[in-house]
């Protein structure tokens, strides 16, 4: 166990809707990562906030947005939902901003499918 | 735009087999490296990771790895591997520019006992 817990674990939803992905870091970690994998396009970086504030981005659509709460969780949100967006999301935290030397631990994922 | 390259996208191998993974990357300059391992069932964690100092670095479970910076490559090995090896590994390379660190597509390792 990482200590990064991710709800939901399953999400089922159908093109065009809105989900939001809900992460909670480990105690005491200020950085919290999304990443999106699917088999066309492996793991990829969205977005990183580090106490509450982005830091930064990668290959995030603009149907996308996440933002991190005073409490340090955060959440993923998923606009106009398209059979494309199916796939893992991970969640990971680390304890400062550095991506280039912190480790991140990562959560069990959420398995998005849109149908 | 960088890239990470795993070739092998799986390898089958023996309990006792050596096992070596490799890792290209496709941009010059100061790069972090790391290899993460995410077992059946389970989160992905970190195996082990390369910042500066010797290019042979020792990770857990009997890992280690060797950056090679005139090859662009960050290889993955381990001298016998076991059944619960079994699981699928990625490298990641970090690069200042862009600030985000850029994970390869991943191969998948299946140990027969």
């Known amino acids: 166990d990482s200590g990064v817990t991710q709800t939901p674990k399953h999400l089922i939803t159908a093109t065009g809707q809105r989900v939001t992905l809900r992460c909670s870091p480990r105690?005491?970690?200020?950085?919290v990562y999304w990443y999106q994998q699917s088999l066309d396009q492996g793991l990829q970086f969205l977005i990183q906030y580090y106490n509450g504030e982005e830091r930064a981005k990668g290959n995030i659509l603009e149907r996308f947005s996440a933002q991190q709460f005073p409490d340090l969780h955060s959440e993923l949100n998923l606009s106009s939902l398209e059979l494309g967006d199916s796939a893992l999301y991970f969640c990971a935290s680390s304890p400062g901003t550095a991506p280039s030397t912190d480790t991140q631990y990562f959560g069990p994922g959420t398995r998005l499918t849109v149908l | 735009a960088q890239s990470v390259s795993q070739h092998n996208h799986h390898v089958i191998l023996s309990e006792a087999a050596s096992l070596e993974l490799g890792c290209n990357y496709s941009?010059?300059?100061?790069?972090?490296l790391f290899w993460y391992v995410q077992y059946p069932g389970q989160h992905l964690q970190l195996l082990l990771k390369y910042f500066s100092g010797d290019p042979l670095v020792k990770g857990i479970k009997g890992f280690e790895a060797e950056f090679i910076k005139s090859k662009f490559s960050f290889n993955l090995r381990k001298p016998s591997v076991q059944w619960s090896d079994t699981a699928e590994y990625f490298c990641?390379?970090?690069?200042?520019?862009?600030?985000?660190?850029?994970f390869g597509g991943g191969t998948r390792v299946l140990v027969k006992p």
């Open positions: 990641a390379v970090f690069k200042a520019a862009g600030n985000k660190l850029t």
């Open positions: 941009y010059g300059g100061t790069v972090n």
């Open positions: 105690s005491g970690d200020l950085s």
